[in-house]
């Protein structure tokens, strides 16, 4: 390796750690001081910008009315209920599908 590039290479690598080290002390001397709000800022905006209250017990009743209407809208336009089947369709059902069960059963066997 040349002896000119080697000089090139270590003087930018000291420029570099010049470089770091300058930007740490930077912000050792920013962190001395103190940072944010002034002590004591805080709860003078409180005093002054607090707000009490927030929803009345009548508009939480008028809201949750309002999103029962609307959700008892939304579940009768969601799905059409089906009629309960009647106790003779359901034996027809059953004697079907123990038959399907007999017929598999002697496949397989």
Request: aromatic fraction near 2%; charged fraction near 40%; charge should be positive.
């Amino acid at each position: 390796m040349d002896i000119r590039q080697i000089l090139t290479d270590l003087s930018r690598e000291r420029n570099r750690l010049d470089q770091a080290i300058a930007a740490l002390e930077g912000l050792s001397s920013k962190f001395a001081s103190r940072r944010g709000r002034p002590p004591g800022a805080k709860q003078a905006k409180l005093a002054v910008t607090r707000k009490t209250g927030g929803i009345t017990a009548a508009g939480r009743r008028r809201l949750s009315e309002m999103m029962k209407k609307r959700w008892a809208e939304r579940k009768k336009k969601a799905a059409p209920k089906r009629k309960p089947m009647s106790a003779a369709s359901r034996k027809r059902l059953s004697e079907m599908m123990k038959k399907r069960w007999l017929e598999r059963k002697a496949k397989t066997a």
